[in-house]
């Protein structure tokens, strides 16, 4: 028999981590080594307990799931992270797997869903349960997407001639991450130097502040 697959719970509201904690539990070939509630938690204790899934909040105090997120794939690349969120939109969706999230499941899933997104995930897939799938259906039938509300500010740093390490201390984010939003940004732009992202901010208003017109 092989072994379980072991699951963290990272989840600052105790009556939903306790939730989930009880419906994975029900399953034989899941167990849950701990539930935590921030991402300072994950972060300080991962190494320790090294998960095959880390189910992640995204709203958490002192370290927020996409930080945490990073954080944690620096570390452990091969770590499983499928965020479970209430949040549905396609800018909170597309940033936790532009972060390196493997799946993105709705805290008001049918509970068998998150078994699935497990199941999905440790085979090496990606998941994403309908109503995510729905909100990202636009930027997939072609269209462009939309710049996150990070990427706007990390564009508008770059557009301002900052380096990438520049960038990261003004925004208390890792080169890592600055290096991430960057090529991003050009690929949903299809801008391919520097100087081009510096003449889209001019042209859309970003420097001003005004935000990107896409």
């Known amino acids: 028999m ?4 072991t699951v963290v719970i990272v989840d600052d509201h105790p009556m939903v981590a306790e939730g989930i904690q009880s419906i994975l539990e ?5 167990s849950v080594v701990a539930t935590l509630t921030n991402g300072r938690e994950a972060v300080e204790q991962m190494t320790g307990l090294r998960p095959d899934v880390v189910l992640m909040d995204l709203n958490m105090p002192e370290i927020g799931g996409l930080t ?3 954080m944690l794939l620096e570390a452990n690349p091969e770590t499983r992270i499928l965020i479970l969120s209430m949040h549905d939109s396609p800018e909170y969706i597309s940033t936790a797997l532009s972060h390196g999230a493997r799946g993105y499941v709705l805290k008001d899933v049918p509970t068998e869903e998150i078994k699935i997104a497990i199941d999905t995930v440790m085979r090496g897939e990606r998941y994403l349960c309908t109503g995510a799938k729905g909100s990202l259906e636009p930027s997939e039938d072609g269209m462009r997407e939309s710049l996150t509300t990070r990427e706007q500010t990390v564009l508008l740093q770059l557009a301002q001639g900052k380096s990438n390490k520049e960038v990261a201390n003004t925004l208390n984010i890792s080169v890592r991450t600055v290096e991430t ?5 050009k690929r949903k732009l299809g801008i391919s130097s520097t100087a081009g992202l510096t003449r889209y901010a001019l042209e859309h208003g970003v420097i001003q502040g005004t935000g990107v017109g896409l």
């Open 26 to 30: 029900s399953y034989d070939d899941i």
């Open 2 to 5: 092989n072994d379980p697959v």
């Open 181 to 185: 939003h960057r090529k991003n940004i």
């Open 68 to 70: 945490a997120t990073e």
